[in-house]
């Protein structure tokens, strides 16, 4: 297995394992009419920004997992003057390809992104299945949201 970096060519991968993840975590769900092609829109023109980066768990050509980060602005702090916060999302694996480890793999791929993208902290919402993932690599709840902090000079 691999974990690689999503190019502009993986914008179809990007958009179908989100849109896996959401008929996961909603099921039964129906999407609105349009609604894959706005997401399309959003992911390439966030990539394209460079507000979105995602990184893809790949064996052979087999996609099994991906996650994606969207890196926001944000106003300087008195305590950490970095002005970026990442957003995670699509926190996806595959299910066959579950309990191997590659979800652990691809977040901490993304966590160690922090100090090359100038972020001082990571949020996201998380599953039920994922909040153990969480608070075992540092994040801490507040409400339904959860965050990790990211000390000055990286993870």
């Not at 849109?19 to 609604?35: I, K, M």
């Not at 390439?44 to 507000?51: I, P, V």
């Not at 100090?115 to 507040?142: K, N, V």
Request: proline share 6%; with cysteine; glycine share 8%.
């Amino acid at each position: 297995m691999e974990i690689r970096t999503a190019s502009e060519s993986d914008l179809e991968l990007v958009l179908r394992l989100r849109l896996d993840f959401l008929s996961e975590l909603r099921a039964p769900v129906q999407f609105p009419e349009g609604f894959p092609a706005v997401t399309r829109t959003f992911l390439e023109r966030t990539q394209r920004d460079g507000h979105l980066y995602s990184w893809i768990a790949q064996e052979g050509r087999e996609a099994l997992g991906i996650v994606s980060v969207i890196v926001n602005d944000a106003p300087p702090l008195p305590e950490d003057v970095r002005c970026r916060e990442g957003y995670i999302i699509n926190e996806y694996v595959v299910p066959a390809a579950r309990k191997k480890g590659i979800g652990r793999t691809l977040l901490r791929t993304a966590l160690a992104s922090a100090e090359a993208l100038g972020i001082r902290r990571f949020r996201l919402i998380a599953t039920e299945a994922g909040r153990p993932l969480y608070a075992s690599e540092g994040f801490t709840a507040a409400d339904r949201t959860m965050e990790l902090p990211v000390p000055a000079g990286g993870t």
